[in-house]
């Protein structure tokens, strides 16, 4: 009888049970042994150095970017600072030629009438000539063309080259703002020339109005008021422009209505009376000093010139400069310098006398305003009947005393 063979794998319970053991292959606690593919050198070397190379790469990007960005801003701040700096030069430069362009006018006004020193006008011609030179060199440097702001380029190697480009343009954009600053300061140190220069030619033409009205006081009222105007308005200017060449040129134009009012003048009275009438109008003047007399004669006036009367008129206002016009008949001139013509020429001057003293007497007739003037050539001494006494009457004393104190 054969014996049952065992099953060659029991259950584990099984075998637990019949007290067996199972036990594996071998006793080492690793895992079994794998196996590994091996990856070739140079391929482990070229993905280092492609992982290499894209750092690189991409620093280089960065540092471009970085150093463009720079550079840009640098750029950016020197161009405003040449665009703030090119309208400062362009506003010292129009100021400039303003100044020498009213130079001009100053110094090509012609035969000026008044005469102004040499040396002040060669000073004037030499600032005019050195702005006119600042003026162009500033216009020349202003001209200069500004850079434009570009655009960014993408990769590094043109950002290289931009921002190598952006420094070299920020260098030439600070030597530009130098020079403009330098074109500034030239612009406006010239025209300081000029004003002083100019305003003084103005001031010393100013200054000549005063004798010069003086040396033709035949000349009419009105002439010499504009002379006297035209003066305080060129003695006033304090800078060269415009209106500094207007003041002067209206300064020379008054000084030559004078001449030209005074030729006049002293043609109206040519004749045999010329010498009389010359000495009388001064002798007026004398009485009545810094009032405007103007004279006019005719062989009649208010009525009297012939037959031995003689006659006079006067017309004043009382606005300022104080000036009247007395008109005188010839016959005044024929019997000078007789007392009576010069108590009559004193009643006149009485009432051109009275713009310096309004108020000191009742102009509101006719009667008390010869009066006043009758008043007044007897508190002057003229004691003639023809002072208005024989016209008139005698004035009353209060009239005389108040008369006095006009003078």
Same mark, same amino acid.
């Given at each position: 009888?054969?014996?049952?063979?065992?099953?060659?794998?029991a259950p584990?319970?099984?075998?637990?049970?019949?007290?067996?053991?199972?036990?594996?292959?071998?006793?080492?606690?690793?895992?079994?042994?794998?196996?590994?593919?091996?990856?070739?050198r140079g391929?482990?070397?070229?993905?280092?150095?492609?992982?290499?190379?894209?750092?690189?790469?991409?620093?280089?990007?960065?540092?471009?970017?970085?150093?463009?960005?720079?550079?840009?801003?640098?750029?950016?701040?020197a161009?405003?600072?040449?665009?703030?700096?090119?309208?400062?030069?362009?506003h010292?430069?129009?100021a400039?030629?303003?100044?020498?362009d009213?130079?001009?006018?100053i110094l090509?006004t012609?035969?000026?009438?008044?005469?102004?020193?040499?040396? $002040?006008? *060669? %000073?004037?011609?030499?600032? =005019?000539d @050195?702005g006119?030179?600042?003026?162009? !060199? +500033?216009?020349?440097?202003? &001209?200069?063309?500004?850079?434009?702001?570009?655009?960014?380029?993408?990769?590094?190697?043109?950002?290289?080259g931009?921002?190598?480009?952006?420094?070299?343009?920020?260098?030439?954009?600070?030597?530009?703002?130098?020079?403009?600053?330098?074109?500034t300061?030239?612009?406006?140190?010239?025209?300081?020339?000029?004003?002083?220069?100019?305003?003084?030619?103005?001031?010393?033409?100013?200054?000549?109005?005063?004798?010069?009205?003086?040396?033709?006081?035949?000349?009419?009222?009105?002439?010499?008021?504009?002379?006297?105007?035209?003066? $305080?308005? *060129? %003695?006033?200017?304090?800078? =060269?422009? @415009?209106?500094?060449a207007?003041?002067? !040129? +209206?300064?020379?134009?008054? &000084?030559?209505?004078?001449?030209?009012?005074?030729?006049?003048?002293?043609?109206?009275?040519?004749?045999?009376?010329?010498?009389?009438?010359?000495?009388?109008?001064?002798?007026?003047r004398?009485?009545?000093?810094?009032?405007?007399?103007e004279?006019?004669?005719?062989p009649?006036?208010n009525?009297?010139?012939?037959?031995?009367?003689?006659?006079?008129?006067?017309?004043?206002w009382?606005?300022?400069?104080g000036?009247?016009?007395?008109?005188?008949?010839?016959?005044?001139?024929?019997?000078?310098?007789?007392?009576?013509?010069k108590?009559?020429? *004193?009643?006149?001057?009485g009432?051109?006398?009275?713009?310096?003293?309004?108020?000191?007497?009742?102009?509101?007739?006719?009667d008390?305003?010869?009066?006043?003037?009758?008043?007044?050539?007897?508190?002057?001494?003229?004691?003639d009947?023809?002072?208005?006494?024989?016209?008139?009457?005698?004035?009353?004393?209060?009239?005389?005393?108040?008369?006095?104190?006009?003078?």
């Amino acid at each position: 009888m054969t014996e049952p063979s065992r099953p060659r794998t029991a259950p584990r319970q099984a075998l637990f049970a019949s007290g067996g053991h199972d036990l594996p292959a071998t006793f080492s606690a690793e895992p079994p042994p794998s196996r590994r593919r091996h990856v070739p050198r140079g391929v482990v070397f070229g993905v280092l150095g492609g992982v290499a190379v894209i750092a690189t790469l991409s620093i280089a990007q960065l540092t471009a970017n970085v150093g463009y960005d720079e550079a840009a801003e640098g750029f950016d701040d020197a161009l405003r600072t040449a665009r703030a700096h090119q309208t400062q030069t362009e506003h010292a430069t129009a100021a400039l030629i303003e100044k020498t362009d009213a130079g001009h006018v100053i110094l090509d006004t012609g035969s000026p009438a008044i005469v102004v020193p040499d040396d $002040a006008v *060669a %000073a004037l011609a030499s600032a =005019v000539d @050195d702005g006119e030179g600042a003026g162009a !060199a +500033a216009e020349d440097v202003v &001209a200069t063309e500004l850079p434009p702001s570009g655009d960014k380029p993408t990769w590094f190697w043109e950002l290289y080259g931009a921002t190598a480009e952006l420094g070299a343009q920020q260098q030439d954009l600070d030597r530009l703002v130098a020079d403009l600053d330098d074109q500034t300061q030239n612009a406006q140190d010239t025209a300081r020339r000029v004003d002083e220069t100019g305003t003084a030619v103005l001031k010393a033409a100013a200054a000549a109005a005063a004798p010069f009205e003086a040396a033709h006081i035949s000349a009419r009222n009105d002439a010499v008021i504009a002379l006297r105007r035209a003066a $305080a308005d *060129a %003695a006033a200017v304090a800078s =060269v422009d @415009d209106s500094a060449a207007t003041a002067y !040129a +209206a300064l020379q134009t008054a &000084a030559g209505q004078v001449v030209a009012t005074e030729a006049e003048e002293l043609a109206e009275k040519e004749g045999p009376l010329r010498a009389a009438r010359i000495e009388i109008e001064a002798f007026a003047r004398s009485l009545a000093p810094g009032v405007l007399l103007e004279f006019d004669w005719s062989p009649q006036v208010n009525g009297a010139g012939f037959d031995g009367s003689m006659g006079g008129y006067t017309t004043w206002w009382w606005d300022d400069p104080g000036r009247a016009t007395i008109e005188l008949s010839n016959s005044v001139a024929e019997q000078w310098p007789a007392e009576r013509s010069k108590a009559l020429v *004193a009643h006149e001057v009485g009432h051109a006398i009275s713009v310096k003293c309004q108020g000191m007497y009742d102009a509101s007739t006719q009667d008390s305003i010869e009066k006043w003037a009758t008043a007044w050539a007897i508190s002057m001494g003229f004691t003639d009947d023809a002072n208005g006494v024989w016209a008139y009457g005698y004035p009353p004393q209060d009239y005389i005393d108040a008369a006095a104190g006009c003078r």
